[in-house]
């Protein structure tokens, strides 16, 4: 059952994250245009990724799927708000390079996850690089990998350049390591060690850092080429993401 508390942190989500709010998105399109008239979107190449992965198709229900809100989807996730997925998906593009390595933790939906993976295919479809979607329910994984099989197949390896696993955003995918960029979709309670040390040297990493239900920062880390000079971090604004969860020991 949806708890109570739940509810309201989803209600303080909207709140914190919507200084601008589409409630009645038509369709794909209306919806891509709003983000574009609000100066939100103001990339083509995202703007082309997210009309080719429609996030009608990763929501539950198509009933306010086009709306600028964050979805529930069970197991204590959300499809993130779009403006969200825009934000990221810009902040990605500054870094697009071919052959690149992109770490999706807290992939939920997937749909996030398949934008990064179109937006690399469609720049470079020869040296398309990977992406990799993991989440700690088993369940979501099962969920993302339906979706993406069902929309946008053509990203899945080995013909595409996705995968979606199981793994813990506390440590990381080692083995895969190290990535370009690395987006984390729910909120840590601090930056997480394994992930700054497997950020490659000029990686890029967004993430939300804060307490559970309560405003978060959306911080921007740039690990520079030069192994000497420091991490360079930028908070870009509040929102209120689901909690980065730690296993029990
Ligand atoms: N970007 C996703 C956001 C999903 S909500 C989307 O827009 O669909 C955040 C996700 O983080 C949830 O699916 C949740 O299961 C996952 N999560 C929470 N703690 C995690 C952890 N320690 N490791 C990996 N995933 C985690």
């Not at 508390?5 to 369709?27: H, P, V």
């Not at 919806?31 to 083509?44: H, T, V």
């Not at 329910?137 to 990203?155: D, G, H, T």
Request: proline residues 6%; negative net charge; aromatic residues 8%.
């Amino acid at each position: 059952m949806v708890s109570f508390y739940f509810i309201f942190s989803r209600l303080l989500q909207q709140l914190t994250e919507n200084a601008w709010s589409l409630k009645n998105g038509k369709d794909l399109n209306h919806l891509i245009q709003e983000l574009k008239n609000n100066n939100i979107l103001q990339s083509e190449i995202v703007s082309k990724s997210m009309l080719a992965v429609d996030r009608g198709n990763y929501t539950t229900t198509k009933t306010g799927a086009y709306d600028d809100k964050p979805q529930y989807i069970g197991y204590d996730a959300t499809i993130s708000a779009p403006h969200m997925h825009v934000w990221a998906l810009q902040l990605f593009e500054d870094v697009l390079k071919p052959n690149m390595k992109v770490l999706d933790v807290g992939s939920g939906s997937g749909y996030l996850t398949a934008c990064m993976a179109n937006m690399l295919m469609d720049s470079y479809p020869n040296e398309k690089g990977k992406v990799i979607g993991i989440d700690i329910v088993p369940e979501l994984v099962a969920y993302a990998q339906e979706k993406i099989r069902l929309s946008n197949p053509e990203l899945l390896e080995p013909e595409g350049n996705l995968s979606i696993m199981s793994a813990d955003g506390w440590e990381g995918v080692e083995k895969e390591a190290p990535f370009d960029f690395i987006h984390v979709g729910a909120a840590a309670s601090e930056i997480p060690n394994s992930l700054i040390n497997q950020l490659s040297l000029g990686g890029r990493m967004v993430i939300p850092v804060g307490p559970k239900n309560q405003t978060q920062k959306f911080w921007l880390i740039d690990k520079p080429i030069n192994p000497n000079e420091s991490i360079i971090k930028k908070s870009l604004l509040n929102v209120i993401y689901v909690p980065l969860v730690k296993k029990p020991l």
